[in-house]
């Protein structure tokens, strides 16, 4: 298989957050600062405190994320989810979704992608910049974004908060992103928006109310809350202030790191592909972990990690 490397895109006239377009002027929009992994631990973490996150250009070699790609796209095409005729590692959609990221048949089984996001290159990384001994999230995240709406706007905070808060997620795109194609897009300065954010990023998804009148519905699974914090990003723009960032092109081998309150989702994706990417988290090991997402098979957001609390 050929190596997915397309030259950078023109911008498309118009880019979409959950369906939405978003203004695209330069009060508004931009893109994001890149950082060396390379450079200090002190720099590193007076970025991540300035600007709450780290995109790190060519972070791991190019072929390494190259194999996971082609090992992931072979097996979705076995599974019917990839155009018939087309080439496999252009990952052409089909007219179905391969699900939310809980119920993706590939979370949990491909090595190569166990490798690259449990392996030596982005621990060693963390043990520099957390300064002590890293501790993984065992759950990993596996995302296949068809055409249509991205990501809603949230917080990892309320999906994982019930360890340590200095807990990092680091995204992976599984192929060069153009514009078009909806990579991550993240709030400038949102990181630093905790007052204003406090009562979002107080709550946690599996956590209900029991002194309401639907309480039985939120503890058997019947309701729930999905964490999302808006679905109008010029509206949450015009509230929080800071602009859109994203990159013109995220590129395999790229990594993006940042923190749990970071406000985030991804545009939308207006082609006829497939969008994939992975994303785990990285901790302190002597720090608390989210019990949800450790052990050989994280429970994550079933209805046993459901607590009551009274509101």
């Known amino acids: 298989m050929s190596a997915t490397n397309p030259s950078v895109s023109v911008a498309p006239p118009h880019l979409y957050a959950h369906g939405l377009p978003l203004e695209l002027s330069d009060d508004k929009f931009g893109f994001l600062v890149e950082s060396n992994p390379a450079e200090s631990p002190a720099i590193l973490q007076e970025r991540m405190e300035t600007d709450g ?28 989810f990839l155009q018939p005729g087309a080439p496999t590692d252009e990952a052409r959609f089909h007219g179905r979704e391969v699900g939310r990221a809980m119920g993706n048949p590939l979370n949990q089984q ?36 068809g ?18 808060h200095n807990l990092y997620t680091t995204w992976v795109p599984l192929g060069d992103v153009s514009l078009d194609l909806g990579g991550l897009l993240v709030l400038e300065g949102s990181h630093k928006k905790n007052a204003e954010l406090k ?3 107080s709550r946690d998804v599996d956590e209900y109310c029991t002194n309401r009148e639907d309480a039985a519905d939120y503890a058997s699974g019947k309701k729930w809350w999905d964490g999302t914090l808006s679905k109008n990003a010029t509206a949450l723009q015009a509230s929080l202030g800071g602009r859109w960032l994203t990159s013109p092109e995220f590129r395999l081998g790229d990594a993006m790191i940042f923190n ?28 608390p972990v989210d019990p949800r997402w450790i052990g050989d098979n994280p429970p994550g957001h079933t209805n046993a990690q459901r607590l009551g609390r009274v509101c």
């Open 53 to 80: 996150y780290l995109y790190l250009r060519e972070f791991w070699p190019r072929a390494q994320v190259q194999a996971v790609r082609d090992s992931i796209t072979r097996q979705l095409d076995a599974l019917g």
């Open 110 to 145: 491909d090595p190569l992608l166990q490798n690259l996001v449990f392996g030596p290159r982005i621990i060693d990384f963390f043990k520099s910049f957390l300064g002590g001994s890293v501790r993984h999230f065992d759950f990993v995240w596996f995302r296949t974004k």
């Open 147 to 164: 055409p249509g709406l991205g990501s809603p706007i949230h917080c990892d905070l309320v999906y994982m908060g019930r360890g340590t």
């Open 199 to 201: 009562p979002y990023l």
């Open 260 to 287: 749990m309150t970071l406000v985030h989702g991804s545009l939308d994706n207006q082609t006829d592909r497939f969008r994939l990417s992975t994303d785990t988290r990285y901790q302190l090991a002597a720090e």
